[in-house]
């Protein structure tokens, strides 16, 4: 049994929610388990943790006791349900709304963001379902826009929609999360994550909370937009850890310039003594395959080499087919990968409080 500096989260889902899976997971190198509030239940989610409990009562543990962490949904901004998937082809014209009454059809998107009006403009990209599908602004009234397609694709229900470089004048804590948080307190997580950090104020509102109910749960801050990365220095210094949250990061800043977007956030934890996890997308082909491919693993060797605390896992371990294997992977790259040096960044360290 081989340790390694780099500590592995998996995303805990249905292909991985058992009290058998949860154990082989650990025994094969997993140090925390995330749950996504995006996609769990209390119920669901409660099942989970009562599981991992148990595995962490057990006298022989390979790798220490599974950290728990609890990823809130954050504020999010969405499409309306459809029977059916809405094909978009590129070129057409649509029409985007926030009105109320009206659902997705053939020529109406609804969104549930009353502010996209008055956030966007003529020439304005607005992205949906994670980037796939993108729209330029074409003209503006009250309650509309009309939009051309830039890249199309089939749209379900509830996709989940990008501003890039647009403010979006929501909370940081919605409803949702309050109560995903005081359950995760409730049950002693070990972590929360708080998606789409933007400045100190939003994790100076969440350590309020814990520290009214007096929990122990350490802060990751998920950078995902560009005010988030704006602020990383001040971030990182509120913060017991901040997460590189390459997925909506990529579609709200720029992909092409996203490898250098993580060097400057490694690089500020690393300058402030926090913790840095790296995350999406790092071996998204084992979702349907039992090998990565070879840029997945440059892409993790890098991300080692540049003093990743952490690397999570995210749909595989939830819904891929080859969880186990994904871990061993992750834990053998990680074992070859922390024989050479680094690029030097954890020199800077400071004292981690």
């Keep these: 049994m081989k340790f390694t500096r780099t500590k592995i989260i998996c995303t805990i889902g249905p292909a991985t929610e058992s009290l058998t899976a949860l154990r082989k997971l650990h025994n094969n190198g997993m140090n925390v388990a995330r749950i996504n509030m995006s996609h769990a239940t209390h119920k669901s989610a409660q099942l989970i943790i009562d599981r991992i409990n148990k595995i962490n009562k057990e006298s022989k543990l390979h790798y220490g006791k599974i950290g728990i962490l609890l990823d809130t949904q954050g504020p999010e901004i969405r499409t309306g349900d459809t029977e059916l998937p809405l094909e978009l082809n590129v070129g057409d014209e649509v029409t985007l709304t926030v009105r109320d009454e009206v659902d997705v059809e053939t020529s109406s998107i609804k969104i549930n963001y009353k502010d996209l009006i008055h956030s966007v403009s003529k020439g304005s990209r607005i992205s949906v379902d994670n980037g796939l599908i993108n729209f330029m602004v074409l003209?503006?009234?009250?309650e509309t826009l009309r939009c051309?397609?830039?890249d199309g694709g089939k749209l379900g229900s509830k996709r989940h929609v990008n501003?890039?470089?647009?403010?979006?004048?929501?909370?940081?804590?919605?409803?949702?999360?309050?109560?995903?948080?005081?359950?995760?307190?409730?049950?002693?997580v070990d972590f929360i994550a708080l998606s789409f950090v933007r400045n100190?104020?939003?994790?100076?509102?969440l350590q309020e909370i814990l520290d009214k109910k007096k929990s122990k749960a350490k802060i990751i801050a998920k950078i995902e937009n560009q005010e988030g990365l704006d602020n990383i220095h001040d971030i990182s210094r509120a913060s017991w850890g901040v997460m590189v949250a390459r997925g909506d990061l990529g579609i709200e800043t720029s992909l092409v310039d996203l490898p250098n977007i993580q060097r400057r956030i490694m690089?500020?934890?690393?300058?402030?003594?926090?913790?840095?996890?790296?995350?999406t997308h790092l071996l998204e082909s084992m979702i349907e395959n039992p090998t990565p491919t070879r840029a997945e693993v440059?892409?993790?060797?890098?991300?080692?080499?540049?003093?990743?605390d952490a690397i999570m896992l995210s749909g595989e371990t939830s819904i891929g087919k080859y969880p186990f294997e994904c871990v061993n992977f992750l834990k053998s790259i990680a074992e070859k990968t922390e024989k050479f040096r680094t690029l030097g960044y954890e020199s800077n360290f400071m004292p981690n409080s």
Excluded: H, M
Excluded at 267 to 277: E, H, P, Q
């Design 139 to 142: 003209s503006k009234d009250e």
């Design 148 to 150: 051309k397609v830039l």
């Design 267 to 279: 690089y500020a934890c690393a300058k402030w003594g926090r913790r840095s996890i790296v995350a």
């Design 163 to 188: 501003l890039p470089g647009v403010r979006v004048n929501l909370p940081s804590l919605t409803s949702k999360d309050l109560d995903d948080i005081a359950f995760g307190i409730k049950n002693k």
């Design 298 to 308: 440059t892409d993790i060797a890098n991300a080692i080499y540049e003093g990743a």
């Design 200 to 205: 100190t104020e939003d994790l100076e509102k």
